[in-house]
């Protein structure tokens, strides 16, 4: 089983490889952690969008006041911990992790 997490859009890139069409692809923050995502199932959706994901790619735009909402409830049963520690035993590409961490 797995399950939909809303993230947000930090940076977006297109990946083309000789100019045939490549995926995009999007740094998406989940409550600190950031994680590289195929935005290709959501042409509209873009930096500053929260999106929500599922297995690595952008399933859908999902409205920002539902996102905090969503991490609210994360926060008071105690679950964002367990989000933040599986997502980070899977980081993100280290000069993005590097990145964050100066900001």
Known sequence: MSFTLPGKILEEHDLKVRSVFG????????G???????????????????VRVQVGFATGIVPEEEAL?????????GSMKDIERDLEAEEALPETVRRLKKR
Do not use: K, M, S
Request: glycine share 8%; charged share 25%; with cysteine.
């Open 23 to 30: 995926p995009r692809l999007g740094l998406v923050e989940f």
């Open 32 to 50: 600190g952690t950031c994680r590289p995502i195929i935005l290709d199932l959501v042409p509209d959706a873009h930096v500053g969008n929260y």
């Open 69 to 77: 909402r969503e991490y609210a409830v994360f926060r008071e049963t």
